[in-house]
């Protein structure tokens, strides 16, 4: 299974200011969820806007996705909802 990390030096090259002084650490990268995904969180969200850890567990296993993921994905439709009011 893959850490979820990529080279930074792969996304181009860029100086250690312009990469926000993390030269020679590795960034996280972006996650491409699948419109399946995508649907079926939005649809939990509807539901409910905060998970608790074994709903987390429960929906990142059927997901095929990290409890992290999950749980960052939430952070940021909570903020989008909240920038839309």
């Known amino acids: 299974e893959s850490s979820g990390y990529e080279s930074e030096s792969a996304?181009?090259?860029?100086?250690?200011?312009a990469a926000g002084g993390t030269r020679g650490r590795q960034r996280r990268a972006r996650t491409a969820f699948t419109?399946?995904?995508?649907?079926?969180l939005e649809k939990t969200f509807q539901r409910q806007k905060y998970l608790?850890?074994?709903e987390r567990r429960k929906l990142a296993a059927a997901l095929q996705l990290s409890e992290v993921q999950i749980k960052t994905w939430f952070q940021n439709?909570?903020?989008k909802l909240k920038?839309?009011?």
């Open 52 to 54: 608790g850890g074994s």
């Open 35 to 40: 419109s399946e995904q995508v649907c079926r």
């Open 11 to 17: 996304g181009g090259d860029r100086s250690a200011a």
């Open 77 to 79: 439709r909570r903020m």
């Open 83 to 85: 920038r839309q009011i």
